[in-house]
């Protein structure tokens, strides 16, 4: 019912800078939250940033001072601006929300399929 298109993955050299993006489509009644994770080789996959309906944010700190989170509502899309990237930046990082489509009662999670990103040393 839902779904998810990231973009903006890459390659960087650490201190460098990228954006990603998330758009949401289909039945959709209500987002509640939009979200990025990330996993790394070898490592569990960890929240790095969410915001809410109504704009609060929450950070991982290893990424605090460095990412950013927005949204914009009219579009559905999420945004992570990731700036002073560091190479233990690196990894899968995948969209995630928390949305009440338009048949149901209670919300349910949906994800992206997971874009790469790179930072070189």
């Known amino acids: 019912q839902v779904q998810l298109v990231e973009s903006g993955g890459g390659l960087v050299q650490a201190g460098g800078s990228l954006r990603v993006s998330c758009a949401a489509s289909?039945?959709?009644?209500?987002?509640?939250?939009m979200g990025w994770y990330r996993q790394a080789p070898g490592k569990k996959r960890e929240l790095v940033a969410t915001?809410?309906?109504?704009?609060?944010?929450n950070y991982a700190d290893s990424v605090k001072g460095r990412f950013t989170i927005s949204r914009d509502n009219g579009k559905n899309t999420v945004y992570l601006q990731m700036n002073s990237l560091k190479p233990e930046d690196t990894a899968v990082y995948s969209c995630?929300?928390?949305?009440?489509?338009?048949?149901?009662?209670?919300?349910?999670?949906?994800w992206g399929q997971g874009t790469q990103v790179t930072v070189s040393s």
């Open positions: 915001i809410t309906d109504d704009s609060s944010t």
């Open positions: 995630y929300v928390l949305v009440v489509t338009t048949r149901a009662l209670w919300p349910s999670d949906y």
């Open positions: 289909g039945s959709i009644f209500r987002i509640n939250a």
